[in-house]
């Protein structure tokens, strides 16, 4: 079959079979199908979807493009925790260490993202020392010995994802779910998980804006799991404010060491239990999150995950003093603050806007070889539902250059909306969809 | 606007600006818009369509991409027609020859098509020495002294349609009724003629295999014929089955010479006049109609519209005596009948598949460079509704290669269908669309 009549195929509604899709995929990944009938064929498939059969099977396609990861020499479960990402979102380097001091590996590889932060990596690279380029028998070591390692994604994995997603990127075909799904599972299977943990992010922060399409990603992905054997639980959570209390990469890596010293308190923390008691459920460990939660919880307070977190830096040449003393963290060198001017309470925080905030200071990438700056980003001292007072300090710019402070500022008056009345508060989880269907949970923020 | 940003208005059913299209297609012919933006934006326009001010904006951004022909040192106004292909569709050959006779310039550029058979141009070559590629200085001279040339297209006549063309056939994008109705007012346009006379073709043996579709792509192109000034009327043909009794060049050079010689009736011959009438209405000859047929239909039997042709065959260093001779036309080798095997009637005669056997014998081209043998093609001894008896012959095929005839007798068994009942007429003509909207008129066949 000619790569145009798959192009009509799919124009028309049909389904592909499994063959043709892994046929198309090969076939573009060595330059026998141009792009501009992949562009064509992405925007076919904006139109009209893909069902499960499809989708899996673009999945598994991409997947097998390039390297795969064997993490079979690790025993148990692996499970892997991908968030499609927000702002202030630092839960990779909270539950890692939470769920590893319960006894259950976490091998994490991780990208550098293209946004308001930095991806994972970036973040621990802020950690003075931290190497995150280890190699793949090393990495294994590793968790065979602490439970625990968070490393840079090989860059042959799932290279036709890559390729695709450069070319959906310039024709208007990246925000197709089916394409979206099948872009971050083949990314974690090529990874070697056995089981999937998915934090699918929405609100104004989020790149899903809205419930539904979040929901209808969710599904996707779990399908796709179930399609391929990789049991897989998404979680669709709020990202219409920041989740945390910190934008940028030291600043982030700062708030989860105080999160696992257990001095603060609040949705990241929340959320973070949460999706941590999950992977104990999906790995067996405990029958239910309400098992899972209060064992995490016991870990944290007890500064068993902080150890791992320690130890993981110290196995990766980091400077482990840093979990004791963030100070050891690269510091901006100008602080500037913002303050409330008139009584009332928060109704609203724009998460986008404070993460290109944030971006603009430095402290993300506007384009794919843009450098980072790892010291600067924003701490946020209140939140929704928040009664503050004139005066009051609502953020504090960490910066090191005045012009991009500037920059910054004329973004924050969007930032916050008040209300001159109390605030009815927002869920933090809205549910989650497994393979045993779809539950609403509403959890508060 | 960067390219992407015009695919997602598209892709989000957002109408695009005059100023948009215009670039969009600049760059695209500069190179600077890659042909997988170009694709993708195809396939949006065949999801989403495009209004009125839209296609035209494509249309005249296409027909100002390369050269354009100044017909106005041609005296009266230039009217061009246009079919949109069918089987044993030789109107050209006819009307032009029979509008000139009645005093309007008939001065049309046409092309070699890739299909059954060749385009007019490829059936004006059967005609021993017959030059279809003369100057723009010759042409026009031609037409004021005669009212009448037939050349080939410019080759760089709206090559942004050319490039266009390859890349939607390559993409899925063909059957998009804005990019086909763009496509040919584009080149019209380029050809400087002041209105148009469209000829849609419905049918089994046609591009638009249903009504609604043909009557879609007419008001399209009427609408485009508006918004730029160019008054477009089109009438919407039967081709479910043959038009003429001939199919392949010199055979259908033939037939348009017998018909202006008035020795066949029949549909070609109702058609031309039909058409040739539209077309003095449009250059202001008659009224209406009803004043143009009955005029036409002397110019056809007292022998002046074939005297044109001979004018016309010497003005381009063809044989004239062609026109008395046709035995002068290039000849077959071989000729095999094909009989009626029962009694019956004629139910069904499938054009396309009657079309293709002609291909097969070497009458069209299958790829753009296949070379065409002139002389080859098939005579339809009987149509639709006929009463037939057993041993009468339906068809006789001229051939010139033995492997080609058996290749070709292959389809024969499926072109005709029959009933043991008298067939009701089907119409000739369904409808016509013009400025002033929308008309069936169901003509018989």
Do not use: W
Not at 88 to 113: C, E, H, N, Y
Not at 223 to 232: F, P
Not at 257 to 266: A, C, M, Y
Not at 370 to 385: C, M, T
Request: net charge neutral.
């Amino acid at each position: 079959m000619r790569a145009v009549d798959m192009i009509l195929k799919k124009r028309d509604g049909e389904f592909l079979q499994e063959k043709e899709i892994h046929r198309f995929i090969e076939y573009y990944i060595k330059g026998m199908i141009p792009d501009y009938q992949m562009s064509a064929m992405c925007m076919a498939i904006y139109f009209k979807g893909m069902n499960s059969k499809e989708v899996s099977s673009l999945t598994m396609a991409m997947a097998n493009s390039g390297d795969t990861v064997d993490l079979s020499p690790i025993s148990g479960i692996k499970i892997d925790k991908h968030s499609t990402g927000g702002v202030a979102d630092t839960t990779t380097l909270i539950v890692g260490p939470l769920v590893a001091a319960a006894g259950v590996p976490f091998a994490k590889m991780s990208g550098r993202s293209l946004g308001y932060t930095g991806g994972t990596i970036d973040k621990l690279e802020s950690i003075p020392g931290f190497q995150t380029s280890i190699n793949q028998e090393q990495f294994i070591k590793q968790v065979n010995e602490i439970n625990l390692a968070i490393i840079g994604q090989s860059k042959n994995l799932a290279p036709a994802d890559k390729k695709l997603y450069a070319i959906r990127d310039v024709t208007g075909t990246v925000s197709s779910i089916p394409l979206i799904a099948s872009s971050i599972m083949s990314k974690k299977i090529a990874g070697g998980a056995n089981k999937l943990l998915l934090d699918v992010k929405t609100g104004n922060g989020a790149f899903m804006k809205n419930k539904e399409d979040a929901y209808e990603l969710a599904k996707t992905m779990v399908t796709i799991g179930q399609e391929v054997n990789k049991e897989t639980i998404a979680i669709v959570t709020n990202m219409d404010q920041p989740l945390g209390t910190a934008v940028g990469n030291s600043l982030e890596v700062e708030e989860a060491i105080l999160t696992l010293q257990g001095k603060t308190k609040g949705p990241l923390r929340e959320l973070c239990l949460y999706l941590g008691a999950h992977m104990l459920v999906l790995a067996d460990k405990v029958k239910d999150i309400d098992e899972g939660i209060p064992l995490l919880n016991n870990l944290l307070e007890s500064g068993a995950a902080l150890k791992k977190l320690e130890e993981m830096i110290n196995a990766q040449g980091g400077n482990g003093e840093v979990v004791k003393n963030t100070s050891l963290l690269p510091q901006a060198v100008g602080k500037h603050q913002v303050k409330v001017r008139q009584d009332g309470y928060i109704n609203f925080v724009d998460a986008e806007a404070l993460g290109f905030a944030a971006m603009i200071l430095g402290a993300g990438r506007e384009y794919k070889d843009s450098k980072i700056d790892l010291s600067v980003g924003i701490k946020i001292h209140v939140k929704r539902e928040d009664k503050v007072k004139a005066g009051q300090t609502l953020l504090t710019i960490h910066y090191n250059d005045k012009v991009k402070l500037e920059g910054a500022l004329k973004i924050i008056p969007k930032v916050f909306q008040f209300a001159n009345y109390e605030v009815e508060p927002e869920p933090l989880v809205y549910g989650m969809v497994s393979q045993r269907g779809r539950f609403t949970l509403n959890l508060k923020l």
